[in-house]
Nanobody
Framework: QVQLVESGGGLVQPGGSLRLSCVASGIIFELYAMAWYRQAPGKQRELVASITVAGNTNYVQSVKGRFTISRDGAKKTVYLQMDSLKPEDTAVYYC?????????????WGQGTQVTVST
């Protein structure tokens, strides 16, 4: 059974920081590209940051220079360090694991963790 369990969300003031974690089980973590998505009320889910098996990273323009994605194979965990948070970063953040194989695509989601940036 595949599980992606996020943690680290919460309420933070503008300019503050949070670190999200996503622990994976039931998959060979080293074979999966990992990503963080977010969905704000009334908006579509968007890709925030991704990291490949090789460790290459990509970010949506709005978070470049403020967010950092990383992965730890030994802990089967992907992180999202979020600094200089803004009210527009408020959303539910979801962890995603993705792998393309010859027989198809394996794609899994976590349950999400709420991030609220407000005074």
């Amino acid at each position: 059974q595949v599980q992606l369990v996020e943690s680290g969300g919460g309420l933070v003031q503008p300019g503050g920081s949070l670190r999200l974690s996503c622990v994976a089980s039931g998959i060979i973590f080293e074979l999966y590209a990992m990503a963080w998505y977010r969905q704000a009320p009334g908006k579509q889910r968007e890709l925030v940051a991704s990291i490949t098996v090789a460790g290459n990273t990509n970010y949506v323009q709005s978070v470049k220079g403020r967010f950092t994605i990383s992965r730890d194979g030994a802990k089967k965990t992907v992180y999202l360090q979020m600094d200089s948070l803004k009210p527009e970063d408020t959303a539910v953040y979801y962890c995603n694991a993705d792998r393309q194989t010859n027989s198809g695509r394996n794609n899994f989601w976590g349950q999400g963790t709420q991030v609220t940036v407000s005074t």
